[in-house]
């Protein structure tokens, strides 16, 4: 294992994980399915909230866990401004309700739109379904037998942790969670997620759109080196090498956890948006993923 901290405190101090806390909380949901607390990705949302059956939009009653999970459930949703925003859900007295509330722009399961309001959503199902709040279960389920312990979870108004955002960790504690996904699910000779369950979680599920590429699964990203944004002499030239695939958590500011499977390889990159130097926010791909893709 190589590691490199920009000071000591990267080190040994929680840092916000922003929007890798959607992956957290895939791992989750899974874990939930696999015990069958949870049930198939394909139940209608409308089981977990019956007031749907009463929306005008008769879609919007059949919307999906998975649809929730792949952000292909339709909702009208601008993430970072207007009226219909994480920002403005934030504001609200009711997450959940708000994120609801929001009138379909797309037929579910056709498009991609990024929206933290599903993530919450997903957060209330969880916890509504397991009996604790999401944070208990993560502690009893994955923290615990993962070994993590320095951690904190915001919580909207109505005490549902934050599904989209909002949890702290430490460095390595996101690369235990990166390794499990590596390991199929396993850990120290305990499964504690399914196999199937974490191939179908971080399989491609729908193209996104830009400024995003590659593709998107169960609150994961996905993608492969070299594409449609590569430039390279040395790619024209070793246009027989196999493409490098890849999935990753990823979090506003640079914060990533990236799986490469077929290198057994785990990367975890976070980043201070307080300090004035930087990296680039495309390192992994930028400049990481090339010199792996030499090494297949």
Request: with cysteine.
């Amino acid at each position: 294992m190589y590691e490199h901290y920009r000071n000591r405190e990267a080190a040994t101090d929680i840092t916000k994980i922003n929007s890798c806390t959607k992956s957290v909380l895939s791992a989750l949901i899974c874990i939930a399915m696999d015990k069958g607390i949870l049930p198939a990705a394909s139940t209608p949302i409308s089981t977990f909230f019956p007031q749907l059956t009463s929306d005008p939009d008769p879609r919007k009653p059949a919307i999906t866990l998975e649809q929730l999970l792949t952000m292909t459930a339709g909702f009208n949703w601008d993430e970072f401004g207007g009226q219909n925003s994480f920002p403005r859900m934030t504001r609200t007295d009711h997450w959940v309700d708000f994120a609801l509330e929001q009138r379909l722009s797309h037929e579910p399961g056709t498009y991609m739109e990024y929206n933290s309001g599903v993530s919450q959503v997903l957060s209330a199902i969880l916890m509504q379904n397991v009996g604790m709040n999401v944070a208990e279960f993560a502690e009893r389920f994955l923290f615990g037998p993962l070994g993590i312990k320095d951690y904190e979870w915001e919580s909207d108004p109505q005490g549902v942790h934050t599904g989209g955002f909002g949890l702290k960790m430490l460095p390595v504690d996101l690369l235990k969670f990166g390794q499990l996904f590596l390991q199929q699910g396993m850990w120290e000779g305990q499964s504690l997620i399914s196999s199937d369950l974490v191939t179908r979680s971080t399989q491609p599920f729908i193209t996104v759109t830009p400024p995003n590429h590659g593709s998107y699964a169960w609150h994961w990203w996905v993608d492969v080196y070299p594409n449609e944004r590569s430039h390279s002499e040395d790619i024209d030239a070793e246009n027989d090498r196999p493409n490098l695939h890849y999935y990753y958590a990823r979090g506003f500011g640079g914060q990533y956890v990236y799986i490469v499977p077929e290198l057994e390889l785990v990367t975890v990159l976070t980043n201070d948006k307080r300090k004035k130097e930087k990296p680039p926010l495309d390192v992994f791909p930028r400049l990481i993923a090339p010199e792996l893709w030499k090494m297949l």
